[in-house]
């Protein structure tokens, strides 16, 4: 539907369109506001939606004036502050962590003529995007190299929540570690907050404590990785590159880009062609991807990483086929079939070798 | 010449209730010094602070909306207080009173039932009433410390919510994400404005600000609490019950904080979520004592709070300030008044050393 209507409505209206947004911009830049779930800092899940602005700011310059709002809590003050952009004069606001879905969705509905995008939700409107990025792609990637360097097999992860977008991560460790160690397992804690470094790091000091010897997070702070660089365990970050937090243990991050989308919606969105729509980028799309490895990695590693990478970015490996079991050993997926979208994107069962419970 | 602090023969009641505008008014020449340190005009990031959000009819009504929460819960945590009963865990009665409320909206919410909404407004109270019982039961048979029994069954409280959100209540069409499906029409807080998010759970906070007067100041159950609080040995000689006095305070507080979960939960959320408050249980302590524990400072307290949320957004939206600065002066807010309530209740002397004058 949203395709069909893009590709009607673009080839008419984007040269007048165009015309008139420059001409705008001459006079008055292009006012788009994003609302963020934890302070930017300098690594993590809102510091890469904040180097995806300034991507905007870097590309666009004086035709765009970008604002932004930090530390927004998910629930009733997330409408406000979204509606507060609405009203200084945004047209197109970037909403980015789940829990701003329907205020999101309440805003869109009382400002029809501005533009919404909401991160990795699944409510959308004429006037109200949702993107997300196929983050267990690279998250596979990793499980390969802690079966590979885990000497216990037993893999630490803290997590925030058990939604579907947390699991799908989890189970993809599991899959790509067993791929190459068949014994491999997980061990999980969840936190129930997307950014509290102190718990994280409780967590993830109760996870060597059990034996694990290579630990992950799906949390936005970067707690995780310095427990594991005091420990000695190896590590792998999420959100951004932690190298600098891990130098010894840190082997790569499940990085996220959102600078090309963000550019490409506000240059469509002066440009009056942006239509709403659904956007799942994977590795071929760049949207995520595999951050820079550690220098003390073994090169046959690299090699066999740098191989997988290029089976998933053409399709030839995708992550959640069968044969897939769950916790009982029941087949949730049959061999030679592969898991819809719709499947993956409500997944609310931990595969085989997952300890823990949903 | 060394300086000594010593006590006041008599505080100035004045000076009681100038300290908090003195300490506003120290952090808005902090804040703008910071302002400035910025490379912004400081008059103008302080008029985008405090005045900005009061400019505008929508400004207003969220000011109402975000106070309702920290007014009920401070109100509740002062009556305590002034009871010598220190209830911490008004977070959790908070959170209580959104899972019994939203419970009855799930259980019952259809199209056109009038008695839901009363219904879930007496339970979310009911539900925090229970919560906080469960704190004076234990100080009045086991003599445990509501400061430590209180704030424990927070916690318990936010992981039961977060257990029935993932688990028995998770909404069946959700993509089983965390949450409860949306509340029906009928268990929705009816808007006071057009437009606005403003509901009648403001009216039903304002409401509380006299009655918690009428009971602290003109009702005798008031003067056995304060009493209790003040004096407990003329309490206990005068035949005060101090254990009904915690009950009393604990279970009234408790329904105030669940009320006010209830009221979010019926009113700008409109289901039940992981997380109900961004911490209002927590930042209401603060308020009932910056309102020196009077209703009518606590009235005021709540909408100066309300305020430095709503301008620290705005400061951000227009400015581009990180949210830090606003970190800053709410810190500055309550260094100033506690460093004036220094100098109420004693005076800087100056001691002349003997051997050297």
């Not at chain 1, 970050?237 to 600078?259: C, F, I, Q, R």
């Not at chain 2, 209830?262 to 289901?271: F, S």
């Not at chain 2, 939206?317 to 220094?342: N, R, W």
Request: glycine share 12%; proline share 5%; charged share 15%.
């Amino acid at each position: 539907m949203s395709i069909l209507r893009r590709s009607l409505l673009a080839a008419p209206l984007a040269l007048p369109a165009f015309a008139i947004g420059r001409r705008a911009a001459a006079a008055d830049p292009f006012k788009v506001g994003f609302v963020y779930v934890s302070p930017i800092g300098d690594a993590g899940w809102t510091f890469q939606h904040e180097m995806g602005r300034r991507a905007v700011d870097a590309a666009l310059g004086a035709a765009v004036k970008t604002s932004y709002v930090e530390n927004v809590p998910e629930g009733a003050d997330s409408e406000r502050v979204i509606r507060r952009l609405a009203q200084d004069g945004n047209q197109l606001i970037f909403t980015t962590s789940f829990g701003y879905m329907n205020p999101t969705e309440k805003v869109a509905k009382a400002f029809p003529k501005l533009k919404f995008e909401h991160a990795t939700g699944y409510k959308r409107g004429p006037n109200l995007a949702t993107y997300s990025g196929r983050y267990y792609e690279p998250r596979y990637l990793t499980g390969i190299i802690a079966g590979r360097l885990s000497k216990s097999g037993i893999i630490g992860y803290v997590a925030a929540f058990p939604i579907p977008e947390v699991i799908q991560g989890i189970n993809a460790v599991l899959l790509g570690a067993r791929s190459v160690n068949p014994k491999a397992t997980i061990k999980v804690i969840f936190t129930s907050s997307w950014f509290d470094p102190g718990k994280e790091r409780a967590a993830a000091d109760t996870l060597v404590a059990q034996g694990a010897d290579y630990l992950t997070q799906h949390t936005d702070s970067t707690a995780v990785v310095q427990a594991a660089e005091e420990k000695g365990v190896w590590c792998s970050g999420y959100d951004s590159d932690m190298l600098k937090y891990g130098p010894k243990t840190h082997t790569t991050a499940v990085e996220m880009h959102w600078d090309n989308y963000y550019v490409d919606r506000v240059k469509q969105a002066i440009a009056g062609t942006w239509a709403s729509g659904d956007v799942w980028g994977g590795m071929a799309s760049g949207m995520v991807k595999l951050s820079r490895f550690n220098p003390s990695l073994p090169a046959p590693l690299l090699a066999e990483v740098a191989a997988k990478t290029e089976e998933i970015r053409s399709g030839k490996l995708v992550v959640f086929s069968g044969p897939l079991k769950d916790q009982a050993g029941v087949v949730k997926v049959p061999a030679g079939k592969a898991m819809m979208d719709a499947e993956i994107l409500s997944m609310n069962w931990f595969v085989e070798g997952v300890q823990g419970k949903v | 010449m060394r300086l000594r602090l010593e006590a006041r023969p008599a505080p100035s009641r004045a000076m009681l209730w100038l300290s908090p505008l003195l300490a506003a008014l120290l952090a808005a020449v902090g804040g703008g010094v910071v302002f400035a340190l910025l490379g912004h005009d400081p008059l103008v990031a302080l008029g985008t602070l405090f005045l900005a959000p009061l400019s505008t009819l929508d400004g207003l009504t969220e000011l109402g909306l975000k106070a309702t929460p920290l007014l009920l819960c401070a109100i509740g945590i002062a009556v305590g207080v002034r009871a010598n009963v220190w209830n911490i865990g008004a977070e959790g009665q908070l959170t209580m009173g959104a899972i019994a409320g939203g419970g009855i909206a799930l259980a019952f919410g259809g199209e056109g039932r009038w008695w839901v909404l009363p219904l879930m407004l007496l339970a979310g109270a009911a539900g925090g009433a229970a919560w906080a019982a469960m704190p004076a039961l234990l100080k009045t048979r086991f003599n445990a410390h509501e400061i430590l029994t209180t704030l424990m069954l927070s916690y318990v409280a936010i992981q039961l919510l977060g257990w029935l959100v993932h688990g028995p209540w998770i909404d069946p069409e959700g993509f089983n994400f965390p949450q409860t499906r949306m509340f029906d029409d009928d268990a929705l807080l009816p808007v006071l404005v057009e437009g606005s998010r403003l509901n009648a759970g403001f009216l039903l906070a304002l409401l509380a600000v006299p009655l918690a007067w009428l009971l602290l100041s003109r009702t005798v159950t008031g003067f056995r609490l304060r009493t209790v609080g003040q004096a407990p040995e003329a309490a206990r000689y005068a035949g005060f019950s101090a254990t009904g006095a915690v009950w009393f305070s604990l279970v009234l507080s408790g329904a105030l904080a669940g009320l006010a979960g209830v009221l979010e939960a019926a009113g700008p959320v409109g289901q039940l979520q992981p997380v109900m408050s961004p911490g209002y249980g927590f930042a209401a302590i603060i308020v009932a004592f910056m309102g020196r524990l009077h209703p009518f400072g606590i009235l005021g307290a709540s909408f100066l709070m309300a305020l430095l949320y709503l301008g620290g957004e705005q400061l951000q939206v227009s400015l581009q300030l990180p949210i830090a600065v606003i970190g800053t002066i709410q810190g500055m807010l309550l260094f100033f008044l506690l460093g004036a309530d220094v100098f109420i209740d004693q005076r800087l002397v100056v001691v002349r050393d003997a051997r050297h004058a």
